[in-house]
């Protein structure tokens, strides 16, 4: 079977953006997760043994033996699908969930549904299905409810991405109408949605309008990883060039959102930037439930094949396990409740949310008596 019926412009960005993320530089540049401005404190007495950590968390419904999930890349073509399938596949394996890409390519064109497919290589594992939130407020709801049971998927995660599609030259360009939208399919679609970004982020007023609006899951996606702006900048003309050099550092660190969401009520999802397992014990301590990645895995499979983007995982797990016993967390839980040391430049980003009360004691010009 082919996808070869699939429009050409949008084959061709498929597979240029699966080309430039194994490739190119395409991570951000001059902006970092702020991960390096967290740090956990030290527990020289742990009173546990590395067999006693368990990172199993539940996560809408489903036992994910560590709190971790392969994030949407891609769909709609040939090379697609088996990347699909193998990631899929290595999913199960770790006992990880696992995101498919926008699927609004098979609605274009439903010759190409079956690269999106790939529910028996994840019998078990938390399969996230994926649309566009313009694409989204397109269609009705029974249509979006069909998309999600084509691919027997357990949630839908509807992504937010304004900075890529101003980029892309064939880009949307009308934004309106994005809270009605996640408001309606989260009221009647049936199955949890996922508010979803892409490298960005999302900062605490929308995080509350969004909760305000029903959602209750939310992949922050934050900068510091990869950039979909400068993917986009490296494939586009000469007008999406200039302005994604422009916009090429835009948006908020993954740590900092994270900080500015933590009591917000949501659940979150952390990816952006994420490589290490010491970072995703940082982001479980700053409010995360599940820890996201996609570069990292998809070069290493790329690599390596199977066995080296499961290695990858593993690594993943051992820094978590490291860090969850340095810090006295034998569960994951335990490990969100961690105490924090944050440096000055994450602070700065806390404060935009939260500013810190004004001195009582301060005279007329507002100097500390």
């Not at 249509?143 to 101003?166: F, I, K, M, T, Y």
């Not at 029903?214 to 060039?241: K, M």
């Not at 050099?245 to 917000?264: C, D, H, K, N």
């Not at 340095?326 to 500013?355: C, F, N, Y």
Request: hydrophobic share 40%; with cysteine; aromatic share 4%.
């Amino acid at each position: 079977m082919s996808a070869a019926k699939i429009s050409g412009s949008l084959a061709e960005r498929k597979r240029s953006h699966l080309d430039l993320c194994e490739h190119e530089e395409v991570e951000f540049r001059g902006k970092t997760t702020l991960f390096e401005e967290v740090d956990l404190i030290h527990n020289a007495l742990p009173e546990l043994a590395v067999e006693d950590i368990d990172l199993s968390v539940e996560f809408l419904g489903k036992r994910l033996r560590a709190p971790f999930l392969i994030t949407g890349m891609t769909g709609g073509t040939d090379e697609a699908f088996v990347v699909n399938r193998d990631l899929a596949s290595i999913a199960e394996r770790c006992g990880i969930g696992f995101g498919l890409g926008s699927q609004r390519v098979m609605q274009r064109d439903p010759g190409t549904a079956w690269t999106f497919a790939i529910r028996e290589f994840v019998p078990t594992a938390l399969l996230l299905a994926n649309i566009g939130l313009i694409q989204a407020g397109q269609q009705s709801t029974d249509e979006l409810r069909r998309l999600v049971a084509s691919v027997g998927a357990d949630a839908l995660c509807v992504h937010l991405n304004p900075a890529q599609e101003l980029i892309q030259p064939e880009g949307d360009r009308d934004f309106r109408g994005g809270y009605a939208t996640l408001g309606r399919l989260c009221r009647d679609l049936g199955v949890p949605v996922i508010a979803k970004e892409t490298g960005c982020s999302i900062s605490r007023a929308v995080g509350d309008a969004l909760r305000h609006a029903g959602v209750r899951h939310i992949d922050i996606s934050g900068a510091g990883g990869t950039s979909w702006v400068r993917v986009e900048s490296l494939r586009g003309n000469g007008r999406s060039r200039r302005l994604g050099e422009v916009f090429s550092s835009w948006g908020i660190p993954t740590a900092a959102s994270l900080a500015m969401l933590r009591g917000s009520g949501l659940d979150l999802i952390a990816s952006g930037g994420l490589r290490t397992g010491l970072e995703m014990a940082k982001a479980i301590a700053l409010g995360a439930r599940l820890c996201g990645a996609a570069l990292p895995i998809y070069r290493a499979y790329r690599e390596s094949g199977i066995d080296g983007a499961v290695t990858l995982i593993n690594e993943f797990s051992d820094g978590l396990k490291a860090a969850m016993l340095l810090t006295g967390s034998r569960t994951i839980a335990d490990l969100s409740h961690q105490p924090l040391v944050m440096g000055e430049r994450l602070k700065a980003w806390i404060a935009a949310v939260h500013p810190p009360p004004a001195d009582q004691n301060t005279d007329g010009d507002g100097h500390a008596e």
